[in-house]
């Protein structure tokens, strides 16, 4: 089973999707209408206060944010077919799980390009995560190696990427955005990515640590991931990756690495996150336990 029996969609507009994958109903009305025709919009950084503290402020590229604050609670990237209502829904329940401010890039235009952000996420994106993954496999298996012989060779794994010399971060705008994020620009205590999502954190990841070897060691160490609806490669310096799927998601499934485990698995769940439909992944109230696990696994 892909779909599990939804409910019509209310509304025929670009962001029907993103009522059908995401919370809508955690924005309110003039914060909807607000994201609703923002223009290109992949790239797009929102910042999104919890329910109990509403906010909400928009720029459209990195370079025009101000007032970023110097750290934030998680940074969110949703997934293929959402726009900004959908990157901001998903950012209301991080950040209602985590009880901060998040920061979201918006990772595609809604259902206008559905077709292209399904070619792009996870025919182009999947395909090379998939390679990536081997590549993983290897230096696993070389780690285990020199855990016995210490004299084998440490250096020269990343030269397998198979991402080197085609950095998709100069052709997708999403990347670029979150690169940019993590590059220094903010600190986060969490990285959090649905479906689609999960993928732009991984090349943004790939991408930082061929551009800034330091920086992507302090953020693969100190920061953990949690993807919700698709497991994916990860570099392997990245020390905590938490994947959530629903035990009904036969399409987060599909476009998984069928050798990453599953660590949460939400009983009669389907892929998408709202609340509001049947089949749901609650994202905050897993989130949240997820934080307070960590929290008293790490004191």
């Given at each position: 089973?892909?779909?599990?029996?939804?409910?019509?969609?209310?509304?025929?507009?670009?962001?029907?999707?993103?009522a059908m994958f995401y919370d809508v109903d955690a924005l309110?009305?003039?914060?909807?209408?607000?994201?609703?025709?923002?223009?290109?919009?992949?790239?797009?950084?929102?910042?999104?206060?919890?329910?109990?503290?509403?906010?909400?402020?928009?720029?459209?590229?990195?370079?025009?944010?101000?007032?970023?604050?110097?750290?934030?609670?998680?940074?969110?990237?949703?997934?293929?077919?959402?726009?900004?209502?959908?990157?901001?829904?998903?950012?209301?329940?991080?950040?209602?799980?985590?009880?901060?401010?998040?920061?979201?890039?918006?990772?595609?235009?809604?259902?206008?390009?559905?077709?292209?952000?399904?070619?792009?996420?996870?025919?182009?994106?999947?395909?090379?995560?998939?390679?990536?993954?081997?590549?993983?496999?290897?230096?696993?298996?070389?780690?285990?190696?020199?855990?016995?012989?210490?004299?084998?060779?440490?250096?020269?794994?990343?030269?397998?990427?198979?991402?080197?010399?085609?950095?998709?971060?100069?052709?997708?705008?999403?990347?670029?955005?979150l690169i940019g994020l993590l590059g220094g620009e903010v600190?986060?205590?969490?990285?959090?990515?649905?479906?689609?999502?999960?993928?732009?954190?991984?090349?943004?990841?790939?991408?930082?640590?061929?551009?800034?070897?330091?920086?992507?060691?302090?953020?693969?160490?100190?920061?953990?991931?949690?993807?919700?609806?698709?497991?994916?490669?990860?570099?392997?310096?990245?020390?905590?990756?938490?994947?959530?799927?629903?035990?009904?998601?036969?399409?987060?499934?599909?476009?998984?690495?069928?050798?990453?485990?599953?660590?949460?698995?939400?009983?009669?769940?389907?892929?998408?996150?709202?609340?509001?439909?049947?089949?749901?992944?609650?994202?905050?109230?897993?989130?949240?336990k997820i934080e307070a696990d960590w929290k008293a696994k790490?004191?």
């Amino acid at each position: 089973m892909l779909v599990p029996p939804i409910p019509p969609l209310a509304g025929t507009d670009n962001t029907a999707l993103d009522a059908m994958f995401y919370d809508v109903d955690a924005l309110s009305a003039d914060e909807r209408e607000r994201l609703r025709h923002p223009g290109k919009v992949e790239g797009m950084i929102l910042e999104v206060g919890p329910s109990w503290e509403p906010s909400l402020r928009v720029w459209k590229r990195l370079s025009q944010c101000e007032g970023l604050a110097e750290r934030y609670a998680a940074i969110s990237v949703a997934g293929v077919g959402s726009s900004a209502v959908g990157a901001a829904a998903l950012a209301r329940n991080v950040a209602d799980a985590l009880n901060g401010r998040v920061l979201a890039v918006v990772s595609g235009h809604g259902i206008s390009d559905i077709a292209s952000e399904a070619m792009g996420g996870y025919f182009l994106f999947g395909g090379l995560n998939a390679m990536r993954h081997g590549v993983n496999s290897v230096d696993r298996t070389l780690a285990a190696m020199r855990a016995f012989n210490p004299w084998l060779p440490t250096t020269g794994i990343e030269k397998m990427d198979p991402g080197q010399g085609f950095q998709l971060a100069k052709f997708s705008e999403d990347v670029k955005a979150l690169i940019g994020l993590l590059g220094g620009e903010v600190e986060t205590d969490w990285l959090v990515g649905h479906s689609k999502g999960n993928l732009v954190i991984s090349e943004a990841l790939y991408a930082l640590r061929s551009q800034d070897r330091e920086r992507f060691k302090q953020v693969a160490h100190n920061v953990p991931i949690v993807t919700f609806g698709a497991r994916i490669a990860m570099p392997t310096q990245v020390k905590t990756v938490i994947d959530v799927m629903g035990d009904l998601d036969s399409f987060g499934a599909l476009n998984s690495r069928p050798d990453i485990a599953v660590d949460v698995t939400v009983p009669n769940a389907w892929h998408h996150t709202n609340t509001r439909l049947p089949f749901h992944v609650p994202v905050t109230k897993i989130l949240a336990k997820i934080e307070a696990d960590w929290k008293a696994k790490t004191k």
